[in-house]
């Protein structure tokens, strides 16, 4: 039996957690019910982009792994890259959390760079 919760109620929670810390989360692209992955994107007023993956690790396990991060010099890279990953992937959830730190809220530290 799969030890995950329905992505859905995952992504419901992530949202509210959000919005009651003072930020603003929301949904671009709804993936599979339960089984879907997610990719959550952690910005700063817009900006600063983070693109944080669910990925498999060699024990089972999965862990979140940032797999883009925004350059301002070509913002255009980072969106074409979510919205590629999402054609790949129709079970793809991709949620954006717009708070300082959003790491925080999917457990991982502060990004720093």
């Not at 109620?9 to 339960?34: H, Y």
């Not at 007023?45 to 060699?58: D, F, V």
């Not at 990953?85 to 999917?106: C, H, P, S, T, Y």
Request: charged share 30%; glycine share 10%.
């Amino acid at each position: 039996m799969d030890d995950r919760i329905p992505a859905h109620l995952e992504i419901s929670g992530l949202i509210r957690v959000v919005n009651a810390a003072g930020g603003f989360a929301t949904v671009i692209a709804k993936g599979e019910r339960d089984a879907g992955t997610i990719l959550v994107i952690c910005c700063e007023n817009g900006a600063k982009g983070r693109i944080y993956e669910r990925m498999p690790q060699l024990d089972g396990s999965r862990q979140w792994t940032l797999t883009r991060t925004q350059d301002t010099e070509n913002p255009v890279d980072f969106s074409e890259y979510y919205q590629r990953r999402k054609r790949q992937d129709d079970d793809l959830w991709i949620l954006e959390l717009d708070i300082a730190n959003g790491e925080r809220f999917i457990g991982l530290p502060p990004f720093k760079g």
